[in-house]
């Protein structure tokens, strides 16, 4: 019944930017950790950024000060402002959302399995 949907991938010229974002429904955004993952072929999934419900965000080192991670509670809708992306961001990324009412992220990790999204991809080229 929860649903995510990610939109808003492609390919993008080195140094430039896309917003990624994410539609949930049967789910409300506000009351949980949400995230954004991402995976490259040959790589382990890794945690990108996320967001609790206070508010407060987290990010991995290597998009620090470069991606931005938000929340329209209203539109149930979370988002990912990636700039100056790099070729090494070059991934599948991944919507994910946790289960636990009230939970709170811990770093880029959410506080349980969560729900995911089927992803969007991002190519970033020189």
């Known amino acids: 019944q929860v649903q995510l949907v990610e939109s808003g991938g492609g390919s993008v010229q080195a140094g430039g930017s896309l917003r990624l974002s994410c539609a949930a429904s049967?789910?409300?955004?506000?009351?949980?950790?949400m995230g954004w993952f991402r995976q490259a072929p040959g790589k382990e999934r890794e945690g990108v950024a996320t967001i609790d419900r206070r508010g407060i965000t987290s990010y991995t080192d290597s998009v620090k000060d470069r991606f931005t991670i938000s929340k329209d509670n209203a539109k149930n809708t979370l988002y990912l402002q990636m700039n100056s992306l790099k070729p090494e961001d070059t991934a599948m990324y991944y919507c994910?959302?946790?289960?636990?009412?009230?939970?709170?992220?811990?770093?880029?990790?959410?506080?349980?399995?969560?729900?995911w999204g089927q992803g969007t991809q991002v190519t970033v080229f020189s």
């Open positions: 994910a959302a946790g289960r636990t009412y009230g939970g709170y992220c811990y770093g880029t990790y959410l506080p349980d399995s969560g729900y």
């Open positions: 049967g789910y409300t955004a506000r009351n949980n950790c």
